[in-house]
């Protein structure tokens, strides 16, 4: 039944509740496209057998309902794109889906904007690779129910939650990230999200960071200070129009191979302080416009100058940033020779680091160091 109805653009209805579907395999596209399809009956579709569902409601964007409760899904290997583009469908109960199988599940439900909830609690991911926009444009849903996904082999998450505007809480903190290549905008214009638990994120194989939080403007804080970055080359619009944000932790960020910050802190208009160590490094990077635009109350070692929002000013020692190891306290060698010498931010003397801001000088090496 592959394509069996796809793109009949000018079917409003269709009566299918009578079809013997038992050994079928195949489903994908199978109502791709009818756009002006206001009705569809498959209450009563055997799908035990079915391995493809792939694009099998695509566009459907006239229909209000649809009943796929009893779909028996145990052998579907591909949802790509299943419900993509449904928008005015209002409720889908996909509760009791078998997704043991299933290994690309991108696009899902992407641009079902009429939605308030998808019940996916219950959903097998252990096989899932690709997540790809999997609730992208999903304007209406208010919460998602993830905490039991396993994302162990899941290696593309862009675009998973883009533009869920609605949403105002999302639990990942579990999620296992260890084998994902892209967040390219996985997170961006989810604005009304407050907080986000990215802490325990692995990102060590990731390369694309471009857009991850941009225009998440009511998150009032993001833990990325664990975040392994040596893999990535974009990350562009990365904290963009995050203007609740007023420090960033970025202590161990490595961004020896990146390529791309263009308006990576762009619209950051509350940011007072972002924490970088030696591992933040721009001599790869070639894209690097806006880089601090509109940062209006940054303060590093130089007060903010919106003429001077490129790459020149990320650093600790003449630009925006404050100098913070990525031990988390002051990286002195202990065989070093040369002692260190403490002071704090009025310049008095003290005997051993403090809390806080210190400087901190070695022979004709003067830094900013925060201890926690």
């Known amino acids: 039944m592959w394509a069996m109805f796809h793109t009949c653009s000018s079917l409003t209805s269709i009566d299918v509740s009578k079809f013997n579907t038992e050994k079928v395999t195949n489903m994908r596209g199978m109502f791709g496209g009818c756009s002006n399809l206001t009705s569809l009956n498959v209450s009563n579709f055997n799908t035990e057998n079915v391995t493809d569902m792939?694009?099998?409601f695509y566009g459907c964007n006239s229909l209000t309902s649809l009943d796929v409760s009893n779909f028996r899904t145990q052998n579907v290997t591909n949802m790509y794109g299943m419900f993509c583009?449904?928008?005015?469908l209002t409720s889908l109960d996909v509760s009791k889906f078998d997704t043991r199988n299933v290994t690309d599940m991108s696009f899902m439900f992407s641009g079902c904007n009429g939605l308030t909830s998808i019940d996916v609690s219950k959903f097998n991911t252990d096989k899932v690779t690709n997540m790809r926009g999997m609730y992208h444009c999903c304007y209406s849903l208010t919460s998602l129910e993830l905490s039991k996904f396993d994302t162990r082999n899941v290696t593309d998450m862009g675009y998973m939650f883009g533009s869920c505007n609605n949403l105002t809480s999302i639990d990942v903190s579990n999620f296992d990230t260890k084998n994902v290549t892209n967040m390219h905008n996985m997170f961006i214009g989810c604005g009304n999200l407050t907080s986000i638990d990215v802490s325990n994120f692995d990102t060590r194989n990731v390369t694309n960071m471009y857009g991850m939080f941009g225009d998440c403007g009511n998150?009032?804080?993001?833990?990325?200070?664990n975040f392994?970055?040596?893999?990535?080359?974009?990350?562009?619009?990365?904290?963009?129009?995050?203007y609740s944000l007023t420090s960033l932790d970025l202590s161990n960020f490595d961004t020896q191979n990146v390529t791309n910050m263009y308006g990576m802190f762009d619209g950051c208009v509350n940011l007072a302080t972002i924490y970088a160590s030696d591992k933040f490094v721009t001599t790869a990077c070639s894209e690097d416009g806006e880089m601090f635009s509109?940062?209006?109350?940054?303060?590093?070692?130089?007060?903010?100058?919106?003429?001077?929002?490129?790459?020149?000013?990320?650093?600790?020692?003449?630009?925006?940033?404050?100098?913070?190891?990525?031990?988390?306290?002051?990286?002195v060698s202990a065989t070093d020779n040369i002692a260190a010498e403490y002071y704090d931010v009025n310049g008095r003397r003290l005997n051993a680091p403090q809390k806080g801001i210190n400087i901190v000088k070695r022979g004709n090496i003067t830094t900013k160091v925060l201890v926690k």
């Open 228 to 242: 392994d970055t040596q893999s990535v080359t974009n990350m562009d619009f990365m904290f963009f129009q995050c």
């Open 85 to 88: 583009a449904c928008t005015n």
């Open 219 to 225: 998150l009032t804080s993001i833990d990325v200070s």
């Open 294 to 331: 509109d940062c209006k109350k940054l303060v590093g070692a130089v007060p903010y100058d919106p003429n001077r929002i490129g790459k020149e000013m990320a650093n600790y020692t003449t630009g925006y940033f404050t100098y913070k190891a990525a031990s988390g306290i002051d990286a």
């Open 54 to 56: 792939l694009s099998m």
